[in-house]
C-alpha cells in the first residue's frame, strides 16, 4: 500500500506571501499524484494532477505542484496567495497498476493565510 | 449538470443502529468510490464500484458494506455502530475507474454516533 507523508500540519502565512505544501510518497512504482483542496464543511475540489509528461503541473486558482521522481515528492506551490486560499488541502496517490477509484490520502494541511 | 450528492447531509445515529448512506454521482458516472474521513486517521478508502460490482474494499471491518444500483447510484450501510464510526464519509464518482480523468466529490455526510 501506498504511503503518503504531508509534512506540515499546519502552515500559517500573511496575504501576498509565497507558500508551499510538502508532500512526500512511499511508492517506488511508477503513481498517479494529485492535490485536492477541502473547505470547511465541504468535500474535496482537486487543485491538480500529474499523471505523466511535463514535471511542472499548473492547476487551478494559480496552484502548481512539481513531481520529483527521485524524491518521491510532490510539492505544491502558489507565489502569492489569498485570504480564500484558507482551507486543508490534501495530497494523494493512486498506483497506476491500480485504479483512480483508489487514492491514497497525506493526512492533509491547513493553510491560514493571514491578513 | 449537478455535481455528486449526498444525503443526508447530516445524521445523528446511536451506538448499536445502523445507517445507510446515499450518493447519487455525476450523470454518466458509472464509478463510484467511498471514504471515511476522520480527524484521527484522515482519510481512508472504503470502497470502490463500477458497474454494480465492487472493485476495491479497503480495510474495513465487515460491518461496512456497500452496494450499487444499477442507474450508478451507491449506497453504503454500516451495522451495529460504534462511536469511532462517527465521521464524515465522503463520496466520489468517475465516468470509469479506468479513465484518466478527475474523480468528483460530494459534499459528504457527515454521521456522529452517540
Known amino acids: 500500500a501506498q504511503s503518503v507523508t504531508q509534512l506540515d500540519s499546519q502552515v500559517p502565512v500573511f496575504e501576498e506571501a509565497p507558500v508551499e505544501l510538502r508532500c512526500n510518497y512511499s511508492?517506488?512504482?511508477?503513481?498517479?499524484l494529485f492535490w485536492y483542496v477541502q473547505y470547511p464543511n465541504q468535500g474535496l475540489q482537486l487543485l491538480l494532477k500529474y499523471l505523466s509528461g511535463s514535471t511542472l503541473v499548473k492547476g487551478i486558482n494559480g496552484f502548481e505542484a512539481e513531481f520529483n521522481k527521485s524524491q518521491t515528492s510532490f510539492h505544491l506551490r502558489k507565489p502569492s496567495v489569498h485570504i480564500s486560499d484558507t482551507a486543508e488541502y490534501f495530497c494523494a496517490v493512486s498506483d497506476r497498476g491500480s485504479t483512480l477509484g483508489r487514492l491514497y490520502f497525506g493526512r492533509g494541511t491547513q493553510l491560514t493565510v493571514w491578513p | 449538470k449537478a455535481g455528486v450528492t449526498q444525503t443526508p447531509r447530516y445524521l445523528i445515529k446511536t451506538r448499536g443502529q445502523q445507517v445507510t448512506l446515499s450518493c447519487s454521482p455525476i450523470?454518466?458516472?458509472?464509478?463510484v468510490s467511498w471514504y471515511q474521513q476522520t480527524p484521527g486517521q484522515g482519510l481512508q478508502f472504503l470502497f470502490e464500484?463500477?458497474?454494480?460490482?465492487?472493485?476495491n474494499k479497503g480495510n474495513f471491518p465487515g460491518r461496512f458494506s456497500g452496494r450499487q444500483f444499477s442507474n450508478s447510484r451507491s449506497e453504503m450501510n454500516v451495522s451495529t455502530l460504534e462511536l469511532g464510526d462517527s465521521a464524515l464519509y465522503l463520496c466520489a464518482s468517475a465516468i470509469d475507474p479506468d479513465s484518466l480523468l478527475e474523480a468528483f466529490f460530494g459534499q459528504g455526510t457527515r454521521l456522529t454516533v452517540v
Open positions: 450523470s454518466g458516472h458509472r464509478s
Open positions: 511508492s517506488s512504482v511508477s503513481v498517479y
Open positions: 464500484y463500477f458497474s454494480e460490482t465492487q472493485r
